[in-house]
């Protein structure tokens, strides 16, 4: 009998702490659902006052936790195609982070290092020989920023070689003595993209499927061409009383700084893999997040309260981006946006307050 009751007692502990583990499962199902119908309400809100368009995906811990899409991929008179988790981007500078990550490789490989100076592929650029690769990647070489040009609306919509991409860089001098400060400059991530070339023997677009795509198996991403809304590509727009389709800069013109089309879920997938060192050993990562005047190799630092993030914004045309990962919460956020009345960081800011449950963060 004295057996028999103390069975009973750890039958009943043990149905006490079930049915405990069950009301803590069912609370964290249904604060993820909040979190869910919360975000939803906010996409909502911004699609019908006519906000944003675009594509989200949020995962936590490697795993998929929030993904929409919202508004239109193309827009074209009475023509509108609605826009899905599948339509791709084109997502500009978080290029650069591709880019940054084949660098490192090579460094990795012993093909390239920090201190490899520019003149030994494109000794015309002025300054080449005190410009090295590393301060290439943290924008301190001094190279005027191409993109800054005050044509360059005029000729981004028209193909150009490397070669005159590099000539036109050319003919810029410094913007100041390498390594005395940091200024973003679009030509530094042209130009790495170029040695990437040189060095691997490949066109950079090869190069990137062969070390990046290929590796950790993205669908969605590729190096753009002319927008080709018969692979699921979206035009960008801008809202004026109803949105304008923008016109496209020619990806040569971009090339490793800016080239890519891709999705969220794809560059969740990516920045994941950075994180998990499966594109290039442990000790190089601090290299890429160590931020000196506002700018890591191919990262920057984003702060929402006491939380920090890291990864990249994105910008050309009509179209924003923004890919981020806060590696205390292992959280990893892309958004892609194709037409915006407002600033992405702040779209950023409104979604991860939510997801963090804490509308105080700033």
Known sequence: ?????????????????????????????????????????????????????GSINISLSGKPFYSRAFGYSVIDGSTKVIATEKTKYRVASITKMVTAAIIFQLIQEGKLDFSTTLDEYFPEIQGAKTITIGLMLNHRSGLHNILDDADFTSWKVIPKTDEEMVQMIAKYPLDFTPDSRASYSNSNYILLGYIIEEVCKKPYHDVVKDRIISKIGLKNTYYGGKTDIGKGESYSYVYNNGWSKEPEADMSVLGGAGALVSTPSDLTRFIEALYAHKLMKQRYLPKMQNIQDGYGMGMFQFKLGDRTAYGHPGGIDGFNSVLEYFPDDEIALCICSNGLVGQINDLVTAVMNIVFNDPELK
Request: charged residues 20%; contains cysteine.
């Open 1 to 53: 009998m004295l057996a028999l009751l103390k069975m009973m007692k750890m039958m009943k502990r043990k149905m006490i702490w079930c049915v405990g583990l069950l009301m803590t499962v069912s609370t964290m199902l249904s604060a993820q659902n909040t979190t869910k119908v919360r975000l939803d309400s906010l996409f909502d809100a911004l699609l019908a006052g006519n906000k944003a368009m």
